[in-house]
Every structure is written in structure tokens, then in C-alpha cells.
């Protein structure tokens, strides 16, 4: 994996995993079940939103098994994220 591409996941994952720290926060500030999800939400949409190719080879994960991986967590993220705003 490229250096540049390396870092801008560390980055990503550095920002979502600061939301959902700050988000649980709220969580316990305000015993608050919505920012619970959020922080949840966000805990999933970065690990899905930053597995790469070097994870498949790395773990021998065929793409396709990688693939549906990748969009559950992502859409249980989306999901939680929504429930948070209806909550």
C-alpha cells in the first residue's frame, strides 16, 4: 500500500473513531440513547469505510467474501446513525 494512501486511512480512522469517542461522551454526559448510536453508528462506518486491499491479501479474504463484509458494516453504521436521529 502507497505511504500517502497508508496515512489518509490512518486519518480517517483517527476522525471517525475522535466522533465516536466524543459521541459516547455525550452518551454519558447526558444519558442520552441517541448519541449512543451515533457513537456505534460511527465505530462501524469506520471500520468499513477503511478496510483496504491490503487487508484481502494480508487475511487471504476472497473480494467477494471482503466485499460483503465491507457493506455490512457500513450499513449497520448508516443504520445505527439513523435510529439516532429518530430516537
Not at 1 to 25: D, H, P, S, T
Not at 41 to 59: P, W
Amino acid at each position: 500500500m502507497r505511504i500517502e494512501l497508508f496515512v489518509g486511512k490512518l486519518l480517517v480512522m483517527g476522525l471517525g473513531l475522535l466522533i465516536a469517542y466524543q459521541g459516547f461522551r455525550g452518551y454519558r454526559r447526558n444519558q442520552s440513547e441517541p448519541m449512543l448510536f451515533v457513537a456505534i453508528g460511527f465505530v462501524f462506518l469506520t471500520i468499513g469505510g477503511t478496510m483496504g486491499c491490503s487487508l484481502i491479501q494480508s487475511l487471504h479474504i476472497s473480494a467477494a467474501t471482503f466485499g460483503v463484509a465491507q457493506t455490512v458494516l457500513v450499513a449497520a453504521g448508516m443504520g445505527c446513525v439513523l435510529y439516532s436521529l429518530y430516537g
